[in-house]
């Protein structure tokens, strides 16, 4: 009995060894987790009316082609090439197509809003006061509360204050110069933004500053003698 299945395994090992050797293995053998899908840039995008908007497909074969469609091309439609431009105010789908050698692969899926632009902006702050390190963050309300635009925030001087596209503002150097967030058009509004050098620890701390000596067990507090006041002998007997 142990003979034969010695013989089974043998006979199993062998076939699968040959079939190993006869079959190809090409450039073009796919591997499960190794095969880049092909995806666009985003899923959901806002998009000014008369504005255009740039779709992309990535990790695209050079055999496979796209084939773009909204629908609903009076809300938003699309070239080509994959550009939007924003029809009318509403809500479109942009569908790619994705084929190879005229057979369809895969449906990729954006969701477009096409909304006005916007007309007005507020900052949350008008004057902001940081430190060198420190940051804060600023915020905004556009006009009207329907439009699809993204104002961008600028610093007049990086050297002195950056910030991020979320508003985050951060102190880089001690100046003052301002910040600003911007809609088309050249509207925006604006923040004076101060930077203050980090504070230095005062002379008179620094000498009333005591040394900490710390042991296995227990913390012992030394106090700091002045120079020329060495405590004497007969001062410490009287202690």
């Known amino acids: 009995m142990k003979v034969r299945k010695l013989v089974n395994s043998i006979l199993t090992f062998g076939m699968v060894l040959i079939l190993f050797i006869i079959l190809p293995v090409g450039e073009n053998t796919a591997y499960a987790g190794n095969v880049l899908e092909a995806k666009l840039n985003i899923t959901s995008q806002k998009v000014v009316k008369g504005k255009t908007f740039n779709l992309r497909v990535y990790n695209l074969k050079a055999n496979q082609s796209v084939v773009f469609s909204s629908s609903r091309p009076g809300v938003a439609t699309v070239d080509t090439n994959g550009v939007i431009t924003g029809i009318e105010n509403g809500t479109a789908i942009i569908t790619a197509k994705i084929y190879e050698t005229g057979k369809l692969l895969s449906t990729l899926s954006c969701s477009i809003t096409v909304g006005p632009p916007a007309v007005a902006i507020m900052i ?93 067990e227990s913390t012992v507090e030394v106090p700091v003698v002045e120079e020329g006041k060495e405590e004497s002998k007969d001062d410490k007997a009287a202690n």
């Open 124 to 216: 949350s702050k008008l004057s902001l006061e940081l430190t060198v390190g420190d940051q804060a963050r600023l915020s905004y309300i556009v006009f009207p509360i329907t439009t699809a635009e993204t104002p961008v925030y600028l610093s007049n001087d990086e050297s002195v204050v950056s910030i991020t596209p979320g508003g985050r503002v951060f102190g880089e150097a001690p100046g003052l110069t301002h910040v600003f967030c911007m809609i088309s058009k050249g509207v925006y509004a604006t923040c004076e933004v101060t930077v203050l050098p980090q504070a230095e620890p005062a002379e008179d701390d620094k000498e009333a500053a005591e040394t900490v000596v710390t042991t296995g």
